[in-house]
């Protein structure tokens, strides 16, 4: 919001030593979060003076353009007191208009000096204005005409032109809708010096009578007050006064015409959105309700909407003709042929207002006010307000019709202790200060509690009261005391857990990285996911970062594998990235139900709100590609293969003490022989949480991966749930090892750790380690089978073992690998 500080002053009596910034500083410690202090006539040094013009004499030139070379009364401002003999580019002045001129030794907005030079065979002594060369705004058709009898010639233009009035541009938070208007911030301003405040507001408005314009209004939830006055004789073609484009233009607003103007005005200086209407394009009573399905409207924007029947709707006989409080349409809207304007302000629920904005993706001057919430009480002085300055400037008549349908909604009062104030803030405030901050800022003292003045919509229990009481005092006051931490408290487990995961994997060589959460159908093509796969069910977005990427992934591979190909793509020779992020499941339970935010939902309701969330486990991914160790004079290099990925997950689940069981799997992205899936909590009966091994030939060619590539993922909450919180040391025995190795002969689709499972079960407690060391295949094993040679090692805590026990144990070991494998030992 842009507030100038002369029509601040007009509402309030400041002090006459009071600068911006210290005007801004007291707003800023009021709760209006300063964003810039404009000065534009700081860009201006040198004469800048007010010029009538007293000949011009047009000399078109070979290159087709036209000057005309003017002579022009600057009065003492040249120290001569003589004309000044001035080219000029523009043609929409004449003989006898008053201009701005400056003069040589002048410096203009971005270091362009003034000098006389000669130019088109004359000695151009200065120039003559337009808005745009002295930073007041983009037009640069013409230059600056000023109203007859503005200022004499000589007169200083800055005073003139409001470039010695600052600009004090404000962040507002959405809870400070009052301040979207110079209403607001003037009030603020009297509060911060403690002096009276004239309401813009206050103005006697007439009565409403059955001679108005007729309003039928079916929503009255939606809108409870609507007011619409007549103007008519209006003359489209009159212009906006000068001093309201001004202040249009530096409140960041383009003036347009007379009619948007001064609705405009209307609301920066009022609060109150307005909107006008062709009153000769209109049929039948204007009504007020909620669309139907399958209506539609063209915006004044000129876009073709599909409405929701959430949406509130304005109407006629000829149909929907605005969406209200958000965007007029284009049926009524006002034109340069227009002489009927008819003036609408009415009050808008303010949550329908957001909800229709961003369904629509509609962000306007109106709708960031009607959102955030407006005062119902000024809705027939804004409209008064609208038809005295298209009166006044317009040419127009006011009909005598006054409409007024609904009333304005009341406040509940808000009971407050009066020593509340001291106890949440900690300062020593008396009763009496309590009383006369909330007076202050627009409370009335009720026999229940205190009324909140109509324009705070924010102000709902005692605790805001408070934090008015607060600002008022001072923020500063509120002393600074370190809260005392309970005793005892840490990291949560998971917490512990999840760090250790981190350093075990960093630990491992890999580097964590952080991805977009976002998928496409395009990304999970890449990976070979078919149609009917879990992952491919996925949460759209409402409004997506991206069209390409529309919902929220359910695999962490998509956004891991591209940083791998982005890092190889820049020159690593090889990577190990992993990742840790939550993935979504929709539960496909409806939508979501919306409920207020004035109080917190009942433990039904939220049960109800949480059982629609998508179901978001945590996933770890790894991806590993490239060279695993570089060649060189020491000897051979080596590729990450899909050894490594089973690896990493061995280490991780050693790290956190859990039982790990891989099988032989096939799923998508990964090699459907060289996929393993991972299971934890025992032999046969364990729990699945992921997959690792070699991704598909397929998908590292097309996503440009090295060959052989390998990737992880999994379940990390499955994961952590089986940890242990304290992983005990391995048990050292000084007594010395029994080594054994069998050799078994079993069927080709046998799975190597199905065979390692039977043979440990079956070994019993004395086996402390088994390690496969070779596999063959060939004709001396024959046709669908293979030889798997494991390394047995044997090892007691207290005791030599002997012969006897290390081959019973190893016999036993065989049996079960033959009993459950079908295993037949060489």
């Not at 009255?220 to 001004?246: I, K, S």
């Not at 054994?740 to 086996?767: I, P």
Request: aromatic share 4%; net charge negative; hydrophobic share 40%.
């Amino acid at each position: 919001m842009k507030a100038p500080v002369s029509w601040i002053k007009e509402y309030v009596d400041l002090p006459d030593d009071v600068t911006t910034a210290e005007l801004a500083a007291r707003l800023t410690a009021l709760g209006l979060k300063l964003e810039a202090i404009e000065s534009p006539g700081d860009a201006i040094t040198g004469p800048l003076v007010v010029g009538q013009v007293l000949t011009r004499e047009p000399e078109p030139q070979k290159n087709g353009k036209t000057i005309n070379w003017c002579t022009v009364d600057v009065g003492d401002a040249n120290g001569t007191g003589e004309p000044q003999g001035i080219v000029c580019g523009a043609h929409n002045f004449d003989v006898g208009d008053l201009v701005v001129v400056v003069l040589p030794g002048a410096v203009l907005p971005g270091d362009f000096a003034i000098s006389a030079r000669k130019t088109y065979g004359h000695l151009s002594a200065g120039m003559i204005c337009s808005a745009r060369e002295l930073g007041l705004g983009d037009d640069h058709e013409g230059i600056i005409v000023l109203p007859p009898g503005t200022a004499a010639p000589g007169t200083d233009a800055f005073a003139v032109l409001g470039l010695d009035d600052d600009v004090i541009e404000f962040e507002i938070n959405p809870d400070r809708a009052y301040a979207l208007s110079l209403r607001g911030v003037a009030r603020e301003a009297a509060l911060a010096y403690g002096v009276p405040f004239t309401d813009p507001a206050a103005r006697e408005t007439p009565d409403a009578d059955g001679d108005g314009y007729p309003v039928v209004l079916d929503d009255t939830d939606g809108c409870p007050l609507f007011v619409a006055r007549l103007v008519e004789g209006f003359d489209p073609a009159a212009p906006t006064p000068d001093w309201m484009a001004q202040r249009l233009v530096q409140a960041g607003m383009r003036p347009i015409s007379l009619a948007v103007d001064v609705t405009n005005y209307v609301m920066l200086e009022i609060g109150r959105p307005i909107h006008g209407y062709d009153a000769d394009k209109l049929t039948g009573p204007i009504g007020v309700r909620r669309a139907r399905a399958g209506e539609r409207l063209t915006t004044l924007d000129g876009t073709d909407r599909a409405l929701d029947v959430e949406d509130l709707v304005v109407t006629d006989d000829s149909g929907i003709i605005g969406l209200g409080g958000v965007m007029g349409g284009e049926p009524t809207e006002i034109s340069s042929t227009t002489t009927r304007v008819l003036v609408e302000a009415a009050h808008w629920d303010a949550t329908s207002m957001f909800r229709t904005g961003k369904r629509h993706k509609i962000s306007s001057e109106a709708g960031k006010r009607n959102e955030r919430g407006v005062d119902p009480t000024v809705t027939e002085a804004a409209a008064d307000r609208v038809v005295e300055l298209l009166v006044a400037h317009g040419g127009g008549t006011a009909a005598p019709g006054v409409t007024v349908v609904g009333t304005p909604p009341t406040r509940d009062p808000i009971p407050l202790a009066v020593d509340l104030p001291s106890r949440i803030t900690g300062i020593d405030i008396p009763d009496e200060t309590v009383a006369q901050a909330l007076v202050a800022v627009g409370c009335v003292p009720g026999e229940t509690g205190l009324v909140p003045p109509p324009w705070r919509p924010d102000l709902v229990d005692p605790y805001d009261l408070v934090e008015e009481v607060a600002r008022v005092v001072g923020y500063d006051r509120v002393p600074s005391v370190l809260p005392t931490p309970a005793a005892g408290r840490g990291l949560t487990r998971e917490q512990r857990l999840r760090r250790r995961v981190g350093r075990t994997l960093a630990g491992a060589g890999a580097v964590e990285v952080i991805s977009f959460p976002f998928v496409g159908d395009a990304a999970l093509d890449a990976l070979g996911i078919g149609a009917d796969d879990v992952r491919r069910h996925t949460v759209r977005l409402a409004n997506p970062l991206s069209t390409e990427e529309p919902a929220y992934t359910t695999t962490l591979l998509p956004g891991l594998l591209k940083a791998a190909v982005r890092n190889l793509g820049r020159g690593a020779a090889g990577v190990t990235l992993f990742e840790t992020g939550t993935v979504a499941f929709p539960v496909d339970r409806g939508p979501a139900p919306i409920y207020g935010v004035d109080q917190r939902p009942s433990e039904a309701d939220l049960a109800k709100l949480l059982d629609t969330l998508p179901r978001q486990p945590l996933h770890l991914a790894v991806v590993l590609a490239g060279e695993r160790e570089r060649a060189g004079w020491w000897g051979a290099g080596s590729q990450h293969g899909w050894s490594d990925a089973i690896g990493i997950v061995r280490r991780l689940a050693t790290e956190l003490g859990v039982p790990l069981d891989v099988r032989s799997a096939t799923l998508a992205p990964w090699h459907p022989g060289r996929c393993a899936e991972l299971v934890v909590g025992g032999q046969g009966d364990g729990a699945s949480i992921g997959h690792a091994g070699e991704l598909h030939p397929a998908v590292c060619r097309t996503l440009g991966l090295p060959a052989r590539s390998a990737a992880v993922e999994l379940d990390l909450d499955a994961l952590l749930a089986a940890a242990r919180a304290v992983v005990p040391g391995p048990e050292l025995s000084s007594y010395p090892q029994a080594k054994e190795d069998v050799a078994l002969l079993v069927d080709a689709a046998v799975t190597v750790a199905d065979v390692e499972a039977a043979l440990r079960a079956g070994a019993g407690e004395l086996l402390e380690t088994i390690r496969l060391f070779d596999v063959y295949t060939g004709e001396q094993v024959g046709e669908g089978q293979k030889s798997l040679a494991f390394a047995l090692r044997f090892r007691a805590p207290d005791r030599t073992l002997t012969e006897e026990e290390t081959s019973a144990a190893r016999d036993a070991a065989v049996a079960a690998a033959a009993e459950r494998c079908g295993a037949v030992q060489r």
